[in-house]
């Protein structure tokens, strides 16, 4: 099977994991985190970096400093993967799903803006945080929210997870990285991701002293050394090893940021003719393509059928996420929207995306595509 995205360990990650078993340093605390943080702060523009042992703690912890909690209301993008939505859960906050905008699949941010001024005349309760999500590598519409946040007072938090090395290139942020401009960005480094740490995640941030708040958070809330604790806090940290791993990895990051852009224009020349639309590319973006994720346009297969095919030649081809609002522990949220990515996940397929993959096997996945089309579906006896 050619797999959807697996890490890419071509650098020095044997090397400094060694270093850290002969040190003796292989758990909370050590030389490898440190340097994690300074090097991923760099590589972001951001003033501070902290660490922590997944994406999914970072954007909880983040969101709580970011004022997520009992009573408070969260506007979150309802197509996205489930840990964006359960970190503000974990805050016991509410959910307001929005809906995707079309051209990028992204939270449709002038949406949420324009709602948000409506809510505001009428006295409805409004968004305490938006948590908005670089979907799959491409970045977020931010102008809406940055003017919700001037006016309103709404602070951002960047669910950058999908998107470490995407930017701007067009409109007031351009040039700036993912996550380098809300109040907090969290990335992750789940072995999935563009670059991994086996298991982790950043929170990166403008502000000294939110950095040294998520600090005390992710580690028990720890005052000091005599066990008194103010507040409850979380065992979040990441162990020198994982970061060894992650400083290995992110001297990778550029070649494999340039290795799946040119993938996505290698499957672009492959699949022309096809009846396969996306993946997004704004001009005012530089996505990552994170994973190469197209829509079936309606042609007489369905993406779940497709994906069946490809996965029956060994193409580890996969569906996009069911909208939050449609999962059950989320159905009752309240909600703006949600038939484009209702769309979006009927139509939307991921293909085999890992940074090494070969021009080969690209060429296996565009014929298994080809192929879908040419044998008969429906009706057939599979
Ligand atoms: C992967 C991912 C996360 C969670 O990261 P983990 O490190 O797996 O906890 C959060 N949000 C999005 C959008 C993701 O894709």
Redesign the pocket.
């Known amino acids: 099977m050619i797999p959807l995205s697996v890490p890419w360990l071509a650098g020095n990650e044997a090397r400094y994991l060694a270093e850290c078993v002969e040190e003796g340093n292989v758990s909370a605390a050590g030389r490898f985190v440190e340097r994690f943080e300074r090097e991923f702060a760099e590589v972001t523009g951001t003033a501070h970096a902290v660490a922590c042992a ?6 909880h912890v983040a969101l709580r400093l970011a004022g997520a909690g009992p009573g408070r209301l969260v506007a979150v993008p309802t197509f ?2 489930i ?2 939505a359960n ?1 503000a859960t974990y805050c016991a906050a509410d959910l307001l799903l929005v809906d995707s905008e079309p051209r990028t699949w992204n939270m449709d941010t002038a949406r949420l803006h324009d709602e948000v001024v409506r809510r505001a005349r009428t006295g409805d309760r409004l968004p305490d945080v938006v948590e908005v ?1 670089h ?1 799959l590598g491409h970045p977020a519409d931010m102008e809406p929210l940055l003017a919700l946040k001037d006016r309103f007072e709404i602070p951002i938090v960047e ?1 950058a ?2 998107a470490l090395g995407a930017s701007w290139s067009g409109g007031p942020l351009a040039g700036r990285s993912v996550g380098s401009v809300g109040r907090f960005g ?1 990335f ?3 072995g ?2 563009i670059i991994t740490s086996g ?3 950043m929170i990166v941030t403008g502000e000294e002293h939110l950095a040294r708040e998520a600090r005390y958070l992710i580690n028990q809330a720890k005052q000091g050394d005599q066990y008194v604790h103010e507040t409850v806090g979380y065992n979040y940290r990441l162990p020198n090893l994982a970061a060894a791993l992650g400083c290995a990895q992110l001297e990778q990051l550029a070649d494999a940021v340039a290795a799946r852009r040119a993938l996505a224009a290698r499957y672009r020349e492959l699949l022309a003719g096809l009846p396969l639309t996306g993946p997004p590319s704004e001009e005012w973006a530089r996505p990552s393509h994170w994973l190469y994720s197209v829509l079936v346009e309606d042609a007489g297969i369905e993406a779940d059928e497709l994906v069946t095919k490809l996965n029956s030649h060994g193409v580890g081809a996969r569906r996009l996420w069911p909208p939050v609002h449609l999962q059950k522990p989320y159905a009752r949220s309240e909600r703006l929207g949600g038939a484009v990515a209702e769309d979006v996940f009927r139509r939307g397929l991921s293909l085999p995306s890992s940074s090494q993959l070969s021009v080969d096997e690209q060429r296996r996945v565009a014929a298994a595509l080809r192929q879908s089309w040419s044998t008969p579906v429906r009706g057939s006896a599979q």
């Open positions: 997944s994406g999914t703690a970072a954007l996205t993967f840990a964006s970190a999500v979907v669910d997870a999908e969290c992750s480094f789940n999935n991701k298991a982790g995640g």
